[in-house]
C-alpha cells in the first residue's frame, strides 16, 4: 500500500452514536432521515473531544446534530474543548437537507446555510453537505450545482464539500457530472461505504483522486466480523486514484463497544498500510 495515504487517526462521529445516546437534536433532522431522540445515558458533547484523545484520535468530522445547542457561548466552548484536547476538527458534516427537493429546495438551502455559519463559528474549516436526493437528471446536477456553488459563495471563509451519497450521487458518473458543474467552487468527500456492487472499487477509484476528506466504513462479513478484505480493497482504491488525505474511520456495525471496534478497525487500516 502506498505511503502517500495519511496516518492521521481520525474518526467520522457517526461511529459513536451508541456511544452518544443515540442522541439527534430536535430541529436537526427535517427530512425525518434520523429520528431525533434525547440523550439519556449518552456521553456530553463537550466530553467527547477529550475522549477521542483518550483513544488515540487526533482528528475528527462532527456531525451536526450531536449539537443540543447553537448558541454562540455553546459553541465557543465546543471549540475550546477540541482545542485543548489537541483534537482537529478536520470536517463538520451536516447530515441532512436536499437542494434538489422540488419543492423545498430553496428552503433547504437556506437551512443548509444556516448550519454553515455554525461550522464557521465553530472553526471548522470544512463543511460537507449533501449534494441532493433526487435521482440524477441533467436538471437535478443543474440545480445542485446551482444551489452548493451558492452555497459556497456565501460562505468564502469554509471549504464546503458534497459526498458521493444519497439519491442524486449514485455513481462515479453521475459524481463526476456534478464535479464538472461544480467547476471546484466545491470539493468532494469520498465515502467508501456508499456504493456497492462488482465495480464498487473502480467507481471509488474514478472519482477519489479529486477529494479532499474521505470515510471508510467497515462492513461486517458476518455478524460481529469486520470485513478487513473490504477495507484493504478500498484503501487500494483511494491509493490508486492518488488521494493523499486523512482516513476518518466509520463504524456501524452490531457491536455496541464502538470505542473497540475502531481500534480493531484502525489495526486493519494499518495493517493494510503497511
Request: glycine share 10%; hydrophobic share 40%.
Amino acid at each position: 500500500m502506498t505511503p502517500s495515504l495519511d496516518p492521521t487517526k481520525a474518526v467520522h462521529t457517526w461511529s459513536l452514536f451508541r456511544t452518544m445516546g443515540r442522541y439527534v437534536a430536535p430541529g436537526s433532522a427535517p427530512s425525518g432521515g434520523l429520528t431525533e431522540n434525547p440523550a439519556e445515558n449518552g456521553l456530553d458533547l463537550l466530553e467527547l473531544p477529550a475522549q477521542l484523545a483518550a483513544h488515540g484520535f487526533t482528528s475528527a468530522q462532527l456531525c451536526h446534530f450531536y449539537l443540543p445547542r447553537t448558541d454562540s457561548a455553546y459553541l465557543a466552548e465546543l471549540q475550546d474543548a477540541f482545542a485543548s484536547a489537541q483534537v482537529d476538527l478536520e470536517c463538520f458534516l451536516v447530515d441532512d437537507g436536499d437542494v434538489t427537493h422540488p419543492e423545498h429546495g430553496a428552503q433547504q438551502q437556506r437551512w443548509l446555510s444556516g448550519w454553515l455559519e455554525i461550522a464557521e463559528q465553530l472553526g471548522a474549516c470544512r463543511a460537507r453537505v449533501p449534494a441532493g436526493d433526487q435521482p440524477p437528471t441533467p436538471e437535478t446536477l443543474a440545480l445542485s450545482a446551482q444551489r452548493l456553488r451558492a452555497l459556497a459563495a456565501d460562505h468564502p471563509g469554509l471549504r464546503v464539500l458534497t459526498e458521493n451519497w444519497k439519491a442524486l450521487l449514485v455513481g462515479a458518473e453521475t459524481t463526476r457530472a456534478l464535479l464538472e458543474r461544480l467547476e471546484g467552487e466545491v470539493g468532494l468527500l469520498i465515502d467508501t461505504g456508499n456504493w456497492d456492487g462488482p465495480d464498487k472499487y473502480a467507481q471509488i477509484a474514478a472519482v477519489a483522486g479529486g477529494a479532499e476528506c474521505s470515510q471508510v466504513k467497515v462492513r461486517e462479513s458476518s455478524p460481529g466480523v469486520l470485513d478487513a478484505e473490504d477495507i484493504s480493497r478500498s484503501l487500494a482504491a483511494l491509493a490508486q486514484a492518488g488521494y493523499s488525505g486523512r482516513l476518518s474511520l466509520v463504524y456501524a456495525g452490531s457491536d455496541d463497544d464502538e470505542w473497540g471496534r475502531l481500534e480493531e478497525l484502525h489495526g486493519i487500516v494499518r495493517t493494510a498500510l503497511g
